[in-house]
Structures are given as C-alpha cells and as structure tokens.
C-alpha cells in the first residue's frame, strides 16, 4: 500500500507540543505560568483601543527600539524585538543554529529550550543543576565542544528561581570562546533582589558574543501581548531579524511597551509587592521544613520529588493551580496577595503527608 501520510520530521513526531500552564477555577488562583497579578495600566488599556487592525503592524518596531535602546544605554540596531522573548531566542536559534550543531543549556531550566532547540534542528546538550538548584557553570563550560554554537544561560533559573553571580558569570565568560553566542535570559531580572547577581546589560560592553533577553511578560504584565526583546552585537541582532517570522510583534504590543517604558518607577512598585511577598512566602515555607532554593523571580520551587502529582492535587483541591515537573517539583507563582494563605496552607498539607512517608526529599 503507498503512503497517504505526509513526511514529518521523525525527531519533531516524536516532540509533545509545549505545555501551557492550567488555567484556575473562577474561584481560585492560577499560580503556573509565572504571570504578574496586576491588572494593567489603564493607560495601556485605552491606548489600545483605536490600533487600526486592518493595517499590518511596524514591522521595524523603530520607535519602541529607540526607546528601549535609550533606557538601556544601547543603539536602537542593538535592539532586537521579538513575539515575547521566546520568539527572540527562536529567531537567535535560526540564526546560529541547525543541522550538526549544539547548543549547551542547564537542565532542569525553562521547559521550552529542548524543543526549541530541537525544531531549530540543532542538538541540546542540557547540563545538571548543581544540588542547590543553581547553574553548574564549570560543567557547562566544559560541554562546549567545535560544535556548540549558543550557550544559554537563565538567570534567575526558571523554574528553581537562583541566580547566577557576576563574578561567576565572568570567570564563565573567560572560558567561552568568542565565537559561541551567549544567551542570558533574563525574564525574570526585574525582581532580582540579590545584589551580587548578574545584570547583562552592565556586561554587553565587554563581551561581544553576549546577547542579553528581556521580556514585557513578567515585570512589565504585558504577557498577553507577546512582547520582548534582545540586547546585543548589532550583527548578530541583524541575522536574528533575517531569522524573524515577518510582521509577528502586533502593533497593539508595541504600543503597550512604549507606554509602559514611560510607567516604569509606577511597574517596579508593583515588582517590589511581589518580591516581597515571594520572600514571606519562601521563609514561611522553609519554617513549614521545606528545603527551597534562593528564590529571585516571580516563582518558589518545592522539592516535591516522587510526590510532584500528588501534591499539584493538594494545591488543586485548595484553589492553587501549581506547575508540577515530575518527578523533581513543583514550582509555584507569586501571584494575587489573597492567593498565599491558601498557597501556604497547601504546602503544609503537603509536609503533613510527606512526613507520613519513608522518603522526604525535599524536607529538613
Ligand atoms: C526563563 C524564561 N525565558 C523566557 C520566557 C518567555 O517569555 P516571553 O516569551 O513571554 O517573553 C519565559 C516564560 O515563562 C521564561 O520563564
């Protein structure tokens, strides 16, 4: 019989598409995708009101480069937009990437750098997190080979919330060979707390192959809008924008993120609130006796282990819809101020019933 199916690459049949967090109960708090609980600006609201939708978006995004170029201190052709900082690594993946060669990332870190680095045809070579969560620098270093054309380094680590130092990430940069794109991904750098960690921006000055991403996404609220950007060598930033889905930034995103740029002490005040929150979190879960990472993004991380399933459930039946990766944990938003006594109270469910066993991995 002759084959009616179409060819699909055999890697990408094998691939799960990427997994959204679960959406929560009208009663409840959705706490598993690393959203911002704020309501945007009502600036932003109206401004969107009258984007002509039948016209094609500014496909160069100049006025929001410059803008974003002037607040970081870099030319607008060291900007790169992007449909949210993920389609800014894709378009950097297309640019570097492809057949026979690698791209070195800490695992466990962002869910969606396996399959994006797969599609773009390259191969992943994913280094374990050192035992307290955070990136093995000196293994990640050593994995690069004549192959590696982009390191991807995620500071603060989604979903295990540590950071990388400046000087850490210094004496890694001496090691990386100048001609292997470093890519800082910074989604989560706006609620950074920890004074000795990286801040890329300060370092694009002194090593030409760092690009650095940012997000509108997480700090800035503009999630739904599919916004970020790349800061970054000029040239390379052109190869990603020849690598770019044409016309993808909406206008209504770039009208968001030109407005929020002009509201940004007002948006640190809310990132503030919830860098707060997550530290009152973390401290009550370590008293409960969890044994959690440095948390410096908008997330907590339970080592939950063997018990990842069941204890989404126990958070499940209080109202919290959490982001389980089983079998290593559960990593939970800082999300709604209403949402952390149900948040809090569910954790301690879960101690109560992991006590009850043999093994508790995540527990002191
Ligand atoms: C580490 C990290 N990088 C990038 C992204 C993508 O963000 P966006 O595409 O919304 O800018 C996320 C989103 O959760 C993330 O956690």
């Given at each position: ?104 990332h ?7 750098y ?37 390191v991807i380094v995620c ?28 890519v800082?991904d ?179």
């Amino acid at each position: 019989m002759s084959e009616t199916r179409v060819t699909i690459r055999p890697e990408i049949a094998a691939l799960a598409a990427y997994s959204q967090g679960r959406a929560a109960a009208p009663d409840g708090f959705k706490l598993s995708s690393n959203e911002n609980p704020f309501p945007p600006l009502p600036s932003v609201v109206e401004a969107l009101a009258d984007v002509p939708i039948n016209r094609y978006p500014d496909g160069s995004g100049i006025a929001l480069r410059t803008k974003i170029a002037k607040r970081y201190g870099v030319a607008p052709g060291e900007v790169q937009l992007g449909s949210g900082s993920i389609a800014v690594l894709a378009q950097l993946l297309g640019a570097v990437g492809g057949h026979g060669t690698e791209v070195v990332h800490a695992w466990r870190s962002f869910e969606a750098y396996p399959s994006m680095i797969l599609v773009s045809g390259s191969t992943g070579v994913p280094v374990a997190l050192r035992e307290d969560g955070s990136h093995d620098l000196d293994a990640m270093a050593a994995a690069i080979t004549e192959r590696t054309r982009m390191v991807i380094v995620c500071t603060p680590n989604n979903p295990t919330g540590t950071i990388v130092t400046a000087s850490d990430f210094e004496a890694f940069m001496a090691k990386v060979p100048p001609t292997v794109l470093v890519v800082l991904d910074e989604a989560y750098q706006e609620f950074v707390t920890d004074p000795f960690a990286v801040e890329g921006v300060d370092l694009l000055g002194r090593y030409p192959n760092l690009v650095v991403l940012r997000t509108f996404s997480k700090a800035w609220g503009l999630a739904g809008l599919r916004i970020g950007f790349a800061l970054g060598a000029e040239y390379i930033l052109n190869a990603a924008r020849s690598a770019a889905i044409p016309l993808s930034v909406i206008d209504h995103a770039q009208r968001a993120a030109l407005i929020s740029l002009d509201h940004e002490l007002e948006l640190l005040e809310r990132v503030a609130d919830i860098a707060v929150r997550r530290e009152r979190i973390a401290n009550d879960l370590r008293q409960q006796g969890w044994r959690i990472p440095e948390a410096q993004g908008n997330f907590v991380w339970l080592p939950t282990g063997a018990a990842t399933e069941e204890a989404a459930e126990v958070f499940a039946r209080n109202g919290i819809v959490v982001r389980p990766f089983a079998p290593e944990g559960i990593r939970i938003s800082i999300g709604e101020r209403e949402s952390v006594e149900a948040l809090l109270r569910s954790a301690q469910e879960v101690v109560q019933n992991l006590r009850k066993k043999p093994a508790d991995p995540g527990l002191d």
